[in-house]
Structure formats: structure tokens, C-alpha cells
Nanobody, 125 residues
Framework: QVQLVESGGGLVQAGGSLRLSCAAS????????MGWFRQAPGKEREFVAA????????QYVDSVLGRFTISRDNAKNTVYLQMNSLKPEDTAVYYC??????????????????WGQGTQVTVSS
């Protein structure tokens, strides 16, 4: 069983930056594909970014390409989401997810086995 705890959310102005962290415990972190999802008020949860076990492969939703970067530090059991050039439409609760069975072709899907509680990101204009 993996427990995930997100942190780093907050309130920023448009054009600003935030770095989200997801700390994992309970399993061998390096065996898990990790993902970030977000859900805005009144909208469905959407995929944001994912990273492979070694960190060599990443995927992003088109709307964040060039602005967001997912990374991981397996020695620290932590995955990060660096968010730059933030826009009001990025406002959402951001969730961290983990799954040992994901592959490079399936890590953008929603059916991850483990989820964090979410952290609020609010971008003002």
C-alpha cells in the first residue's frame, strides 16, 4: 500500500510559478509510474502529466506543454510538478497518483491504483 501526500499548492498571480511535491511511502517508489491530475470546479478530472519509473519518459496534456515539468527523485520518494507561466484556467485541485502496472502507453489514463488527497492551486488575474 502506497500513501501519497501532495504539498506546494497556493495562490499565485497569472504568470507566476509553483512547484508541487508528492511524497510517497509504503512501497518501493522506483517501481511506480507517477502521474499528476487536476480537477477544476464543475469540471471532470483531467490528466496533466506522468513520468516513468526511471524518469526517462514523460507525457503531458497539450494545454501545459512548455509550461509544466514533471520530475522525480527516487532517492527521496518524491515526484514534482514545476508549473510556470500559470494561467487562471490552471486553477484546480491537483492530485498525485501512483501505479506499478502502468506503461508508457497507459500512464495518461485515469485508473491509477493510488491517489493523494489533493492540493489546491489558485491562479488570479
Amino acid at each position: 500500500q502506497v500513501q501519497l501526500v501532495e504539498s506546494g499548492g497556493g495562490l499565485v498571480q497569472a504568470g507566476g510559478s509553483l512547484r508541487l511535491s508528492c511524497a510517497a511511502s509504503g512501497r518501493t517508489f522506483s517501481m511506480y509510474v507517477m502521474g499528476w491530475f487536476r480537477q477544476a470546479p464543475g469540471k471532470e478530472r483531467e490528466f496533466v502529466a506522468a513520468i516513468s519509473r526511471s524518469g526517462g519518459n514523460t507525457q503531458y496534456v497539450d494545454s501545459v506543454l512548455g509550461r509544466f515539468t514533471i520530475s522525480r527523485d527516487n532517492a527521496k520518494n518524491t515526484v514534482y510538478l514545476q508549473m510556470n507561466s500559470l494561467k487562471p484556467e490552471d486553477t484546480a485541485v491537483y492530485y498525485c497518483a501512483a501505479d506499478r502496472l502502468k506503461t508508457s502507453t497507459t500512464m495518461t489514463t485515469y485508473n491509477y491504483n493510488y491517489w493523494g488527497q489533493g492540493t489546491q492551486v489558485t491562479v488570479s488575474s
